[in-house]
T-cell receptor, first 109, second 112 residues
């Protein structure tokens, strides 16, 4: 079974805090996808990565293939960052994605 | 504007009445996919398509059909909907398997 686990499930932070969301998976992968789901339900892609680190604005994603682990960091968090963050993996043996159940982030002003 | 469109956005129907949810993308993407999202279970892949005329089952294909006759369209067909197919459905597309996916706005389906 291709398990993807995210932690924490829920996270509340004060505006300005540094936030880390974790994703662990159990199989070898070709790529990992970080998604953001807004309170209204829409889903936006944040990063697709297969090694190392990517940065976009205040968001940073890292992946350690050997440890089967990825982190999403948000620097200087803002209330508009409040959303559900979802990790998805593409196993190296297949063409379909497997998703974590998401981390619900609330940033309080 | 580059986008993935889905229709309808909301649908309430009854058990056994065939329905189709349309999905269209204007980005010339090769890879298209359908997902359902349920509380506590997260997103699960129903079907995907690597290219025109190439479709394959995802994790939860039972009760669904798809077709990919043209690159831009990837409809999801429920031949005989049942209440356990009540869910939020997303269509997505990407250039290929290793590029970021663009998601449609979602279709909230209720089967009574």
């Amino acid at each position: 079974k291709n398990e993807v686990e995210q932690s924490p499930q829920n996270l509340t932070a004060q505006e300005g805090e540094f936030i880390t969301i974790n994703c662990s998976y159990s199989v070898g992968i070709s790529a990992l996808h970080w998604l953001q789901q807004h309170p209204g339900g829409g889903i936006v892609s944040l990063f697709m990565l297969s090694s190392g680190k990517k940065k976009h604005g205040r968001l940073i994603a890292t992946i350690n293939i050997q440890e089967k682990h990825s982190s999403l960091h948000i620097t200087a968090s803002h209330p508009r960052d409040s959303a559900v963050y979802i990790c998805a993996v593409l196993p190296s043996t297949g063409n379909q994605f497997y998703f974590g159940t998401g981390t619900s982030l609330t940033v309080i002003p | 504007e580059a986008q993935v469109t889905q229709n309808p956005r909301y649908l309430i129907t009854v058990t056994g009445k065939k329905l189709t949810v349309t999905c269209s993308q204007n980005m010339n993407h090769e890879y298209m996919s359908w997902y359902r999202q349920d509380p506590g279970l997260g997103l699960r892949q129903i079907y995907y398509s690597m290219n025109v005329e190439v479709t394959d089952k995802g994790d939860v294909p039972e009760g669904y059909k798809v077709s990919r006759k043209e690159k831009r369209n990837f409809p999801l067909i429920l031949e005989s909907p049942s209440p356990n197919q009540t869910s939020l459905y997303f269509c997505a597309s990407s250039l290929d398997l290793f590029n970021e996916q663009f998601f449609g706005p979602g279709t909230r389906l209720t089967v009574l």
